[in-house]
C-alpha cells in the first residue's frame, strides 16, 4: 500500500510562517496535492506539484523533491482564517491518490 | 460553493434503515468519486465511476451500493449499516480518473451517523 505522512498538529502565532512537511512511499509517482478542509467544509486545492522545486501562489507556497520522497507547505503571514486541517495527497505510478491523514493547523493572536 | 452539491448534509439513521446520500456536479467533469472521512484518518477512496462506468470498488462491503445515472450525479445506497459507518462521506469529481494533472474537487459532504 501507500504510505504518506505528516504530523497530526501545529500550531503557530498570526503573522509567523508555518511549514507542513509530508513524506510518501508510493509505487510510482504522478504528482503531489495539498488541500486545505476548514471544520465541517470541503477540501479545497490549494496546489499541484509533480517537478522538484518551489511552486508559490501568494502567500502559500509548495516544495517537492521526488528523490528524496518530501514534500512541504509553507503558509506565510499566517492569519487567523488558515487555521483548517491540510491535506497531503499522492497521485501514484496507477495514477490512484492517496490521502495523508491531514496537519491540523492552530493560529493563534 | 465548489461546484459540487451534496445532499443530505446530516443524516442520522438507525441501522435497519435505508437511505441514500445524493451529489451533483456542475463543472462538466467526466469522473465522480465517493470517499470516507473519519477522525483522525486519511481519506479512504471508496468508488471511482468515469463516464458512469464504476472503474474502481475499494474493497467496500456491500451495505454500501454507489449508482451513477449520468456523469453529473452520483448516489450512495445505504442500507443494513454499522455504528463504525458513522462518518463524512465526500463527494468529488474531476475531469478524468487519470492524468497528472487532473485536480479532483470535492462537495462538502454528508455527515452520517448510525445509531
Known amino acids: 500500500g501507500q504510505n504518506i505522512d505528516q504530523p497530526t498538529e501545529m500550531t503557530a502565532t498570526e503573522g509567523a510562517i508555518v511549514q507542513i512537511n509530508c513524506t510518501y512511499q508510493?509505487?510510482?509517482?504522478?504528482?503531489l496535492f495539498w488541500y486545505q478542509q476548514h471544520a465541517g467544509e470541503a477540501p479545497t486545492f490549494l496546489s499541484y506539484?509533480?517537478?522538484?522545486g518551489l511552486e508559490e501562489k501568494g502567500r502559500f507556497s509548495s516544495f517537492l523533491s521526488r528523490s528524496k520522497g518530501y514534500s512541504y507547505l509553507l503558509l506565510k503571514e499566517l492569519q487567523m482564517k488558515d487555521s483548517a486541517s491540510y491535506l497531503c495527497?499522492?497521485?501514484?505510478?496507477?495514477?490512484?491518490?492517496?490521502f495523508g491523514a491531514g496537519t491540523t493547523v492552530t493560529v493563534r493572536a | 460553493e465548489t461546484g459540487v452539491t451534496q445532499t443530505p448534509r446530516h443524516l442520522v439513521m438507525g441501522m435497519t434503515n435505508k437511505k441514500s446520500l445524493k451529489c451533483e456536479q456542475h463543472?462538466?467533469?467526466?469522473?465522480m468519486y465517493w470517499y470516507k472521512q473519519s477522525a483522525k484518518k486519511p481519506l479512504e477512496l471508496m468508488f471511482v465511476?468515469?463516464?458512469?462506468?464504476?472503474?474502481e470498488n475499494n474493497s467496500v462491503p456491500s451495505r454500501f451500493s454507489p449508482e451513477c445515472p449520468n456523469s453529473s450525479h452520483l448516489f450512495l445506497h445505504l442500507h443494513t449499516l454499522q455504528p463504525e459507518d458513522s462518518a463524512l462521506y465526500l463527494c468529488?469529481?474531476?475531469?478524468?480518473?487519470?492524468?497528472?494533472?487532473?485536480?479532483?474537487?470535492f462537495g462538502e459532504g454528508s455527515w452520517l451517523t448510525v445509531v
Open positions: 468529488a469529481s474531476s475531469q478524468s480518473p487519470d492524468g497528472s494533472g487532473n485536480t479532483i474537487y
Open positions: 508510493t509505487s510510482g509517482f504522478n504528482g
Open positions: 506539484n509533480v517537478l522538484d
Open positions: 495527497a499522492v497521485r501514484d505510478g496507477d495514477y490512484k491518490l492517496s
Open positions: 463543472l462538466g467533469h467526466n469522473a
Open positions: 465511476y468515469n463516464f458512469k462506468e464504476q472503474t
